[in-house]
C-alpha cells in the first residue's frame, strides 16, 4: 500500500555514486563528505583515504566553463575546480579544464543528481576525474569549512550488511507482538463484559473497535490503490494532506497508548467537571502533551539529527493503536487482506517499471519522493544507517520500513491472540504467528542484503505468518474454527 513502502536497507549504491571528503583551513581541520555521481568507465576512485591526494578547491560558480575566455588565465593551474552545469556536455568543460591545468573538475547540479553518461570515445584525451555534485552542498562547504578548502574523492565499498536493520528489526516485533497482546486484553476486557451484564453497557460505549468483513477488506485495498496513484501524479500537494492526517492520527494514537498505561496507575486520579462531564486532569495534560509531541514532528521533519527519533515514537504508537482498534472477523478475512496486499505491494514494485515512463516503480517513486520532491511522506520508520557508504550521503541516510509492513501481519498477529483469549489455547497461536513474523523479517534482511535492492517486505512477511497460522490450526484440528472465527465466542465463561 502507499503506507507500506518496500524495505529499503542496503539499497544497491549506483556503481557511479562517490563521497567527496572536504577539509578546511582551520587547527585542527574540520572535514565533511559530501556525495558526488561519476562515471566508472571513465575514472576509477579509490576505495578509502590512504594515501588520497588533496587538492585546492577552487569555485567557479558563476560560470559553466563552455569557453576557456569565461576564467581567468592561470586560475584553475593544479586545482580541483567546481563549476555549474548547462551549455555543454560534462566532457567538454573538462577538456576546458584540463586544458588550463585543472585537475580535477566538479559540477554543480542544482537539480536532482544523474547518472554521468557522456560519450568518452570523442574524448580520450581527458584525463581528470569528472564528478557531479549538489550545488547545495557547495554552499554548505563555503559555510561549514570556509573559503579555504581541499578536497578529494574515493568511492569506499558498499556494506554487506548495516545494524541499523537490528533496530529496525527490535521496533518492528516488538510493536506487532505488543498490538497483539494488546488486541488481546481488549478481546478479554469484552467477553468479560458479555459475561456480566452489569459491566456490559460500560463496556460498549468504550468501545473503539473497527471489524473488517471481506468486502470491506476489498473496498481497502481498492482505496490504498487509487491513493497510491493519486500520490504519484499529485505527490506535490497531497503529501501535505497525508503530513497532516498523520499529525491528527499520531496524536490521538500516542494519547491512546499512553492512556492506556496511565490508567493503570493508581494515583493521580484527580477530576474536573465541566458540562456535567467528568475527566481527569491527568489525561488532558496527557492529550496536550501527544498534540504538542504531533506539532514538534511537524515543524522540524525535516530535521535529519533528531526528528526520527520523534517521528519513529509517533509511528509506533499509530501503529499500535491501528492494530489494537481494527479487528480481523476470522482467518478468511486475513488471508484475503494479506493475500490481496501482497500481490499489490508486487505489481507496484515489480511490474509498474514496465509501464512508467522512467522504468522506476511507483512504489519506490512515492516512497522517495517522485520528481525530486524534498517531501517525504511519514508513513515509514527510520533509522539512520550505522555504517558509513557513498549511499549513506547520495541517497538513503536512513534504513526504512513502511508502517504496513508493520500492521498489515500485525492484523493477523492480533486475530491470533484473540483467537487464543476466545478458546483458552494457551497463546499458541499468537507465540506461533509472532515467531513467523519474526523470521519473515530475517528473511527480508537475508535477501535483501543478497540483491542489494529495496524489498517488498510483505513478500516474505505474508507467507511466513500465514503459513504457520494455518499449519497451528491444522496440527490442533481447530482449522474450521479459526477460518470462520466468530461463532466460537457465544460459549465463553470467566
Known amino acids: 500500500t502507499w503506507w507500506n513502502s518496500e524495505l529499503c536497507g542496503l539499497l ?20 565533511k563528505d559530501y556525495c558526488i555521481i561519476y562515471n566508472s568507465n571513465w575514472v576509477s576512485l579509490p576505495k578509502t583515504l590512504d594515501n588520497a591526494t588533496f587538492r585546492t578547491l577552487e569555485n567557479l560558480t558563476s560560470t559553466v566553463l563552455c569557453s576557456s575566455a569565461e576564467v581567468p588565465s592561470g586560475s584553475m593551474k593544479d586545482k580541483a575546480v567546481v563549476v555549474m552545469r548547462g551549455n555543454c556536455t560534462f566532457l567538454e568543460k573538462a577538456r576546458i579544464a584540463q586544458s588550463l591545468g585543472a585537475k580535477m573538475l566538479l559540477i554543480a547540479s542544482k537539480s536532482r543528481l544523474s547518472a554521468i553518461s557522456d560519450n568518452k570515445t570523442d574524448f580520450e584525451d581527458v584525463t581528470i576525474p569528472i564528478a557531479l555534485i549538489r550545488y547545495n552542498d557547495i554552499v554548505d562547504m563555503q559555510l561549514v569549512l570556509g573559503n579555504e578548502v581541499n578536497v578529494t574523492l574515493y568511492s569506499p565499498p558498499l556494506p554487506e550488511f548495516d545494524y541499523s536493520m537490528v533496530v529496525i528489526f527490535l521496533i518492528a516485533v516488538f510493536t506487532v507482538a505488543l498490538g497483539g497482546y494488546w488486541s488481546g486484553v481488549a478481546e478479554l476486557e469484552n467477553l468479560k463484559a458479555v459475561a456480566s451484564p452489569g459491566e456490559r453497557e460500560t463496556r460498549w460505549k468504550k468501545e473503539e473497535n473497527v471489524t473488517f468483513t471481506p468486502v470491506t477488506v476489498i473496498l481497502f485495498v481498492v482505496i490504498c490503490c487509487v491513493m497510491l496513484v493519486l500520490l504519484y501524479f499529485f505527490y506535490k500537494w497531497l503529501v501535505y494532506v497525508i503530513i497532516s492526517v498523520f499529525c491528527l492520527a499520531s496524536a490521538m494514537s500516542l494519547y491512546n497508548c499512553l492512556a492506556a ?16 462531564k467528568t475527566i481527569e486532569v491527568r489525561l488532558i495534560f496527557l492529550a496536550i502533551f501527544c498534540i504538542a509531541a504531533a506539532v514538534v514532528w511537524a515543524v522540524f521533519r525535516n530535521e535529519d539529527r533528531w526528528a526520527w527519533i520523534l517521528q519513529d515514537i509517533l509511528g509506533v504508537a499509530f501503529c499500535l493503536n491501528f492494530i489494537k482498534t481494527l479487528k480481523m472477523p476470522n482467518f478468511k478475512s486475513c488471508v484475503i487482506l494479506l493475500g490481496l496486499l501482497l500481490l499489490y505491494d508486487v505489481f507496484f514494485v515489480f511490474i509498474t517499471p514496465f ?3 522512467n522504468g522506476a516503480s511507483i512504489m519506490v517513486e512515492v516512497a522517495a519522493g517522485p520528481f525530486g520532491n524534498s517531501e517525504k511522506l511519514p508513513v515509514v520508520i527510520r533509522v539512520p544507517r550505522l555504517e558509513h557508504s557513498a549511499s549513506t550521503l547520495c541517497d538513503l541516510p536512513f534504513s526504512l520500513l513502511g508502517f504496513g509492513d508493520i500492521i498489515v501481519p500485525g492484523l493477523l498477529v492480533a486475530y491470533c491472540r484473540r483467537f487464543d483469549v476466545q478458546t483458552r489455547s494457551s497463546s499458541i497461536y499468537y507465540i506461533s504467528c509472532t515467531i513467523a513474523y519474526a523470521v519473515g523479517m530475517v528473511l527480508t534482511f537475508i535477501v535483501l542484503a543478497l540483491m542489494k535492492m529495496g524489498q517488498p517486505a510483505l513478500l516474505y512477511l505474508v507467507p511466513c505468518t500465514l503459513i504457520t497460522s494455518s499449519l497451528v490450526a491444522w496440527r490442533r484440528k481447530e482449522m474450521k474454527k479459526f477460518w470462520k472465527g466468530s461463532n466460537y465466542q457465544v460459549g465463553w465463561r470467566p
Open 12 to 31: 544497491q549504491a549506483a556503481a557511479d555514486e562517490g563521497i567527496l571528503h572536504a577539509s578546511g583551513s582551520g587547527v585542527p581541520p574540520v572535514t
Open 355 to 357: 509501464i512508467t515512463k
Open 261 to 276: 498505561l496511565i490508567g493503570e496507575i493508581p494515583f493521580g486520579q484527580c477530576r474536573i467537571t465541566c458540562s456535567n
